[in-house]
């Protein structure tokens, strides 16, 4: 009897970095191919809403969940905001969806880090823009024009980035305020390569593909799998950028 390995992928807003996954796929495959008959990859891109449930039918085993650890990433987001200003001054944390669990865990990763390892920094305002840049743009202007020596801004998903980081700029405070942001998009790149972005917190598609397909191997296999498997996060700075492992998460 043939044995065929279905994978369910879900990736909720880029669909356009499929492209991203389609290596690692293959390459944690190919193992595979001499012990079924039949291997097949069945891949699926679901555009879920944030607050829509996905409901797995009765037959349906969740063995593992597979992605990246967001406090741990706003952790990160928080250390390199704090390094750069040498661990002084007020900072704000602009998140995207405070309904959405792994955005908020963004947030408190950053604040939490900030205030157990930076003492004499101060995390000022935490503020959620709802998902819409006009009002990222205008919660980062006003922070600037309340908080005349705001020191610092973490923006904890793509387009909060872009909204902060252009505030920044029309402002005229870049090489004043210290900017941290989340997803390194082409966009957001450009802000690092120009200096208004100091650094920013990125996940790896890539990663989160391959471990997808192996864990789905070793399910099939029989073997046991933790509950959560956290995948692959990384600081990129203009330092680092041009380096070959970044630029193959980057894909770009």
Known sequence: ????????????????????????????LMPSASRYATPRLWC?????????????????????????DNYEAGRLGGKALGEALGGEGKVCLLGS???????????????DYIEENFPNMEVVDIQYCDGDMEKALTISN????AIPDLAGIFSNNDFSTIAAANIIEERGRVGEIVHVGFDA??????????????AIVT??????GYQSVVSA??????????????TNIVV???????????????GF
């Open 1 to 28: 009897m043939s044995t065929q390995l279905m994978v369910l992928l879900l990736r909720p807003l880029m669909s356009s970095r499929l492209q991203w996954w389609k290596m690692p796929l293959r390459r944690a």
């Open 44 to 68: 699926q891109l679901s555009r879920l809403q944030p607050q829509r449930e996905l409901k797995l039918s009765c037959s349906t085993l969740l063995v593992t969940f597979i992605a990246t």
């Open 97 to 111: 969806q405070e309904t959405v669990p792994s955005n908020v865990a963004r947030c408190e990763g950053a604040r």
């Open 142 to 145: 006003d922070w600037i024009t």
């Open 185 to 198: 998009t082409e966009t957001n790149v450009v802000y690092l390569e120009s200096g208004t972005t100091t």
């Open 203 to 208: 996940q790896d598609p890539s990663d989160i």
């Open 217 to 230: 191997v070793k399910a099939l296999e029989g073997e046991s799998l933790p509950e959560n498997i956290g």
């Open 236 to 250: 990129v700075t203009k330092d680092n950028l041009n380096d070959a492992d970044i630029r193959a998460i980057l």
